[in-house]
């Protein structure tokens, strides 16, 4: 059994605070016995005394939760922003608060701490102190002081608050651990934020060895640790929980309860915490008024729901622009399980001297898209997981997280592609009832792994590869041509997970990744389709749709099929088992598609939607081609299991003369077409890099072949059980994929021409509309490759 103690966000408030928060954080009067013996009472004893000395009272909170097994305090810190995180949500603004306008909290009324005079129902218990269980227990506490001695100065961090004064920090305890160790350690930790000065003059006073008197003082001088039962007083009908003190527990029940059974037993009954710590002044001098016993009144809860997970693309610090959505993913425990966290988001002025902090979005919603408004501010966010069934806000203030993200708003940036299509991104409505028509994209939208394995991109500022600022402006452009399916290559798992995913399915989208089966490997495709036209895809078998290449090449007793073989695959077949290399080379590729039946709601109809990346080298349009039939192969299979219409889509590292481009677009490739024999003999994989080497013979090389001994590449007919493929744009684009010292038309959307008709396609850029900068990506285009747009329509 695991336990984990949340964060209190009880705030501290000016007298301008409303009525309402005000009655919320009454103080708690507490009584504490001032004699010597009196500190060694029990608990029952001395909150019955009648004397007492002036206090302290500070209030605050601790939430103890059981977690999940495998779910630990390090585990949530791995999965928070912690740099980026407020210690206190209150601080965006005290007087327009997160914790002013959500339900208030249960509070302690001002009556004064007199027992019942029934004792609490006795607790059994058995105190593992021996144990070899690590359960783990973390402790965090938000106090916010009302009055402090002036000897006590708050020690000013990170994780203090200037505006609310608040103290936090974490403790991670053992869950069979003692209350009363935990509570010593405990008080430790407090006395070190707001007394920093006391352990120095603690020691200074035990080190006076002449001063026996002044010692036996400070031994006496022992705190008083107890644990309350609670009463609510919440009149019927009422919505405000009134807490009093009902009951005190045996102070034996402190070394025999441990963390586990406090936390099972809070789940039962209110219960408060009390830790009344002795002051001690320096040597010579005597106690003072304002140096009188600390006493500190936390409220115990248990089992309140905890966000355990909170992303963003970049973890709060990418780039943000006016008009691009920003999205936080979070995950909780405990609450609705079904439920989604309540965000509410806040900008913040960064240029005056007094910051200004505005609520400018309080919906719950977990997208917001800044507005010109925000130019130049700070957005930040307040999140509070979701309570029982409710759809509001938990009830807790002890649940909600605050974070900022660190870059302040920047203008919406150009982009040359939307820029030319302006008058094709007016044609987005479609006419009453009409289902036929969907728009498609295919986007190589370029990995952030392939960035970073050379540098091949050393002509582009670095600040404009960087994918913080490169990524958001792809997701910019995607939204902008409001697709029904969008097929990307090149996605990197993180950039699906943490940006796409997240803000494509705010949107309307469902999706899915398929990553590249290679060692090191973590970019792929990705796939998203808009559920208001296409039905959505149970979760669990989306990852049938998506192929490793390498498994679809065909092999000797293929079983995957009933039906009989192509032709051109026994034919490819015959050639792998002369050439065993150029078989090896196809099963360290990692290449994937992915062949997707997407059903029109309403009807019986379904699109099979492929989406793939080719492999890239030069010199291996033999691989090409191979991969193409493959694919090919599969998606007969795929089209004929559901009847449905096809469109391919994807980089195919050719154009549509050559290469797999020619095989699908054409049907066949003629023997030893283009380079294929030259490719076929002369490539090689080298095996000890990730990048695929060519080694051409010399004539002089004594190992070189004649080139009657070569091989051919065999001619190729895919047969008619295969659709007829053609593009889905007009006319021939010059230009998808530009970087110096190439240029190329590799990114393709080819349509079955017997069931698809063009409405219409994005117009494609020139050579001169690119050639601005050296090559893509620049501060104008976001990748190196082009997209591709295109509105089919069902015939028929």
Known sequence: MKLLFGCGTLLFMTTRTSTAFSLWRKTITATTPTSSTSRRMSATAAAAAASCSPVVVVHGLISGRTLPDGLTAHHLARHKPTQQRLSDPSCLDPSKGP????????????????????????????????????????????LYPETLPSTMTMVESANTSSSSRTVTFDMDRNSHEAIRITLKRLEIKVLQHLYPQRKKDQNSSKANNNDKSRQRRNDSLLPNYSIWNLKDNNAVGSHDHLLTWDAPWDDSLLDTTTLDTLIEQATRQPLAVRLSVPM?????????????????????????????????????GAHVFVGIPLVVSTK???????????????????????????????????????????????????????????????NSDSNAEAYRFDQPVEGRPENVLLNLRKEFLRHTDKEENDDRTFRIVTYNILSDQMLSEGDCYDYVPKQFLDKKQRLPRILDELLSYRADVLCLQEVDRQTFTKLLQPALTHFGYQGMFTCKQAEGASEGCAMFWNLKLFGRIEEEKLGQYGYAIRDLVPIRNDQRSNRDEWEPCQLILDLLQN????????????????????????TDQTIVVGNTHLFFHPNASHIRVIQALAIARQAERVVGDYNGAFVMCGDLNSGLMNAGGELLSKRSVTRNSKRLQVDLNNYRYDGKHEELLPTVKGENDKASSAVDNWNDFPALTIPQSFPTLVSALPKYPPVTHFVPNFVGTLDHILMDSATFELVRSAPMPTLEDLNQDTGMPSSKLPSDHVSVVADLRLSG
């Not at 080379?585 to 059903?599: A, M, S, Y």
């Open 579 to 602: 050439r065993s290399d150029v078989s090896e080379t196809l099963k360290l590729l990692g290449h994937v598609v992915q062949l997707v039946p997407l059903r029109l709601n309403g």
């Open 332 to 394: 909780h425990s405990f609450g609705d399980k079904d439920g989604s966290s309540h965000v509410d988001w806040y900008s913040t002025s960064c240029t005056n001297e007094t910051a200004t902090t505005t609520l400018v979005q309080g919906s719950g919603s977990s997208c917001y898209i800044p507005t010109i408004n925000d130019l130049g501010k700070r957005i930040s966010v307040v999140i509070t997981p979701p309570g029982g069934k409710s759809s509001k806000p938990n």
């Open 280 to 316: 001690i002044a320096p040597v010579g001098e005597t106690q003072k008024h304002d140096e009188a016993d600390f006493t500190m009144n936390l409220l115990l809860e248990a089992n309140q729901p905890k966000l355990t997970e909170v992303h963003t693309f970049g973890e709060f």
């Open 99 to 142: 914790l002013v306008y959500r339900p208030q909290r249960p509070f302690l009324s001002v009556e004064e701490a007199i027992p019942n005079q029934q004792p609490p129902d006795p607790i059994t218990t058995t105190l593992a102190s021996n144990s070899i269980d690590n359960s783990c227990s973390s402790l965090s506490l938000f």
